[in-house]
């Protein structure tokens, strides 16, 4: 799907296609991030605020909060032309699956990598399902997060 032009023409269901991906700009994230998180969310794990704790854990250092990760990436995918053109049509959140499979450290540079996998017609003529794989990556090229995001799309044709 082409996204460029200076106009954000609203995206439906209909033009999107399976293997459909792009891409996020980069964030990095920050002891403040976290400190603030940790407020916010009133989640003081060790792990997260403690760096004499964290320094004798697996990882060595402190970590970000899984929760934090997935806000700086619902963040970054606002930031994304795809969300611009799509925002119009977008009806609802219907489903979150997502894993972590490594850490995210203070000062890890994030993007995140966005790709239509499946998509199905609902019962409902004006609308369908989308379902997009979201990995966030960090600057090593490791997979932190990654999930399946299903969303409901409106449809062109009603």
């Given at each position: 799907m082409n996204l460029s032009g200076l106009r954000a023409e609203p995206c439906?269901?209909?033009?999107?296609?399976i293997g459909d991906s792009f891409d996020s700009p980069r964030r990095t994230v920050t002891e403040a991030d976290v400190v603030n998180f940790a407020c916010l969310s009133a989640d003081f794990n060790r792990?997260?605020?403690?760096?004499?704790?964290?320094a004798g854990s697996p990882y060595?250092?402190?970590?970000?909060h899984g929760l934090l990760v997935l806000s700086v990436m619902s963040g970054l995918v606002t930031r994304m032309q795809l969300n611009?053109?799509?925002?119009?049509?977008?009806?609802?959140?219907?489903?979150?699956q997502c894993r972590f499979p490594k850490p995210t450290?203070?000062?890890?540079?994030l993007r995140v990598r966005v790709e239509v996998a499946e998509k199905r017609?609902?019962?409902?003529?004006d609308r369908?399902?989308?379902a997009f794989r979201r990995q966030v990556i960090n600057q090593?090229?490791?997979?932190?997060?990654?999930g399946v995001w299903k969303l409901l799309v409106r449809r062109r044709i009603a």
């Open positions: 439906f269901f209909e033009d999107l296609a792990l997260h605020v403690d760096a004499e704790f964290a060595g250092q402190r970590i970000a611009l053109h799509l925002e119009p049509s977008l009806m609802g959140l219907l489903d979150i450290f203070i000062g890890d540079t017609e609902t019962s409902r003529p369908g399902v989308v090593r090229g490791e997979v932190v997060v990654e």
